[in-house]
């Protein structure tokens, strides 16, 4: 996911990437997960190979390359989730609401949610609920994993900005700390968390957006994702500009009115026996 929050923070974007999105990686340093150290030795750019790759052979630094490069935005932080801390989270805020429409059970992880309706979950079940990708009933295991992560973020986030989290130092601190004890990241810490956090307070929860890389939706005869390149750039071009959203009211409504304001070609029109030119 690619997070972005304008410096007026008005909005804020997370955006998701599909694992199996066909990439062309760039070169990169050889990471150890074990470690999370970095070596001297260059692992080759590669063509038609899939995103998780990227983080494979060459951790943190070689995906944000790769998105810096995809989306001409600059990448100021990287959060990684630590799944056996993610719990300590989620627990944090009692939990988190999300809206089950059928029973959701995964064929690795048995059954996540066995209730309709709003549930509301916490510890191990909302880690199977993010981590679930083998679900019956899901079209594709990327796409039904990133909305059911999309909702739970959104769930999990509208909770902690409604219910007084950030403007309460106490809870704001717990939520913080349970979060950095959950994650491991670059060029971010506690601190750097609490000063976001903060200045998000009075932030409307209805200007969170989530969205999904546009792509066609079906896997090419290698089993990868496909990137659509156009409507991507319209997409990041906008969240570079801080402009409406394509696919947004918002968006329809500012083409509507540069569509009304454009000047019409002047019409042309000739007369029986007379010539014209143009320059």
Not at 14 to 29: H, K, N, Q, T, Y
Not at 76 to 99: E, L
């Amino acid at each position: 996911m690619l997070a972005h929050v304008p410096a007026d923070r008005k909005r804020a974007v997370v955006v998701s990437f599909p694992r199996d999105l066909e990439i062309s990686r760039p070169a990169c340093e050889r990471y150890d997960a074990k470690t999370g150290t970095y070596s001297s030795e260059v692992v080759g750019a590669a063509t038609k190979v899939k995103l998780n790759t990227a983080y494979a052979v060459g951790g943190p630094k070689c995906l944000t390359k790769w998105v810096q490069q995809l989306t001409g935005l600059r990448v100021n932080h990287f959060v990684g989730i630590d799944f056996g801390g993610f719990k300590d989270m989620v627990d944090a805020v009692h939990g988190v609401t999300v809206h089950v429409d059928k029973p959701i059970k995964d064929s690795v992880l048995g059954m996540v949610i066995s209730q309709t309706g709003d549930v509301t979950i916490s510890g191990d079940q909302a880690l199977s609920y993010v981590r679930a990708r083998h679900v019956q009933g899901d079209l594709t295991s990327d796409y039904g994993r990133i909305k059911r992560q999309q909702e739970f973020l959104t769930a999990l986030l509208q909770k902690a900005m409604s219910q007084g989290v950030i403007t309460d130092p106490t809870q704001l601190t717990n939520f913080v700390t349970a979060f950095a004890r959950a994650t491991f990241g670059d060029n971010i810490g506690v601190d750097q968390m609490l000063t976001l956090a903060q200045s998000m307070k009075g932030m409307d929860t209805s200007k969170l957006k989530f969205l999904t890389v546009p792509t066609t939706g079906e896997s090419n005869t290698r089993g990868n994702e496909v990137l659509l390149e156009t409507k991507s750039k319209e997409l990041f071009q906008a969240m570079i500009d801080n402009k409406p959203l394509p696919g947004t009211p918002e968006y329809e409504a500012a083409q509507a009115a540069a569509s009304a304001t454009q000047t019409p070609p002047p019409s042309s029109s000739k007369s029986s026996g007379s010539s014209s030119s143009d320059s």
